[in-house]
């Protein structure tokens, strides 16, 4: 299968969300000024500027450019340009009857990294489960799915996955505490091939996979397993990507990421080498039984 060109309609709507809210700010007019030249509800401007509104139209985006001028005709244009990629659909739409929607808008997100730092305390990363450990997850996950609902699932894990071993495209750091070794999913020949696999990917130039042991003591991410998106252009701020059983939740606020970025550092340094963790991982695979 060829590469998939690295351009996702999220990040268009992202980052043409972004700009629609800058533009009005520097106009000087309030949201309720906009809809009422407009004759819109209110909360329309409001889910246009966070992104709820998904696939905005070209007219919409050429009223409020309209209204808040200060482009000139190439700035006008390179706008439009992003309103028409945002409205593309993404590999995943295919998949949209198994993926929730904020899973669908992370593997968006996800499309453009140029980085992703991953800290997980029992869960292999998605970006780097073997198929037999994706499919005892999806059960324990998803009792009721259907074989088929499994099969597709997986194979999103899969596409997801190309990114990293295949193109490798996408630096990927990878914290795992020490859980994830002791964490059965599936039987032991599941579980030993996935911590082989996880001992070899931090082998690829574009990997680095650490362990961070229960002898590391407390420390702040505690609370829970988080991702760290990083993309190419300098518009683009990190993404913090938190999840739970039945929602996720994206950070974007610079305090928020710089907290998270400081608490990933931390632990990396009180993590093992990556040496060293590859060397755990297959003694653990080793010794299971």
């Known amino acids: ?3 998939r060109p690295n351009r996702s309609p999220t990040v268009r709507h992202k980052r043409l969300t972004a700009e629609l809210r800058r533009l009005r700010a520097e106009s000087g007019l309030t949201r309720d000024d906009v809809a009422a030249r407009l004759d819109w509800h209110p909360t329309k401007i409001t889910r246009i500027e966070t992104g709820q509104w998904t696939r905005l ?60 730092r991953n800290y997980e305390q029992v869960l292999v990363p998605g970006l780097l489960q073997t198929d037999g450990y994706t499919r005892a997850v999806v059960q324990a996950f998803r009792p009721t799915d259907t074989p088929e609902d499994i099969d597709r ?22 914290v795992l505490g020490e859980g994830v070794i002791h964490q059965r999913a599936g039987d032991p020949e599941i579980m030993r091939e996935q911590l082989r696999f996880l001992a070899d990917a931090g082998d690829l130039p574009n990997v680095m996979v650490q362990v961070l042991p229960y002898s590391a003591g407390a420390h702040g991410a505690m609370a829970g397993s988080f991702a760290i998106l990083g993309f190419p252009q300098p518009i683009d701020p990190d993404v913090v990507y938190l999840e739970n059983m039945s929602s996720a939740l994206f950070l974007e606020e610079p305090d928020e990421i710089a907290r998270y970025v400081q608490v990933f550092d931390y632990l990396r340094a009180m993590a093992l080498s990556p040496h060293d963790s590859g060397d755990m991982l297959r003694t653990a695979a080793e010794e299971l039984q």
């Open 1 to 3: 299968m060829p590469a």
């Open 57 to 116: 139209n070209l007219r919409d985006v050429r009223d409020l450019l309209d209204i808040y001028g200060g482009t000139d005709e190439s700035q006008r244009e390179a706008l439009l340009q992003l309103a028409r990629e945002a409205r593309q659909r993404g590999w995943w739409h295919s998949y949209g009857d198994v993926l929730p929607s904020e899973y669908a808008h992370f593997i968006g997100l996800e499309a453009e990294t140029a980085s992703i």
């Open 153 to 174: 699932r997986a194979a999103v894990r899969h596409e997801r996955q190309r990114r990293v071993t295949d193109e490798r495209s996408v630096q990927l750091s990878a």
